[in-house]
């Protein structure tokens, strides 16, 4: 079992930029693949970035247009989200996932734990 849980959402104006954390507890979190979903009101969940657990390669959602950045502390239990030039349409609750294998998923079956998120909200 791999537990995690989500930080570092708020309240932003448009054009700023918010760091989300997720602090893993459990088995051992460097040998998951750690992912970052969103779902905004009325909409399903999707996902956003994601960073392996061999190699640390990452692959981004083409919503992310180079805004984002994807990282983690393997030491520290510890995944991020940087997020900058917020958007209004970033809006949403923020969930990490851990899942096995190295192989950077993007569908939510592909991911076994899943935190229970955090709220961005991004205001015009």
């Known amino acids: 079992q791999v537990q995690l849980v989500e930080s570092g959402g708020g309240l932003v104006q448009a054009g700023a930029s918010l760091r989300l954390s997720c602090a893993a507890s459990?088995?051992?979190?460097?040998?998951?693949?750690m992912g970052w979903f969103r779902q905004a009101p009325d909409k399903e969940r999707e996902f956003v970035a994601g960073?392996?657990?061999?190699?640390?390669?990452?692959y981004y959602a083409d919503l992310t247009a180079g805004r984002f950045t994807v990282s983690r502390d393997n030491a520290k239990n510890t995944g991020h989200l940087q997020m900058n030039s917020l958007k209004p349409d970033d809006t949403a609750v923020y969930y990490c996932?851990?899942?096995?294998?190295?192989?950077?998923?993007?569908?939510?079956?592909?991911?076994?734990?899943w935190g229970r998120g955090t709220q961005v909200t991004v205001s015009s």
């Open positions: 996932a851990a899942r096995t294998g190295s192989a950077l998923e993007t569908t939510e079956n592909a991911y076994t734990y």
């Open positions: 459990g088995r051992t979190f460097s040998r998951y693949t």
């Open positions: 960073i392996s657990w061999s190699d640390s390669r990452t």
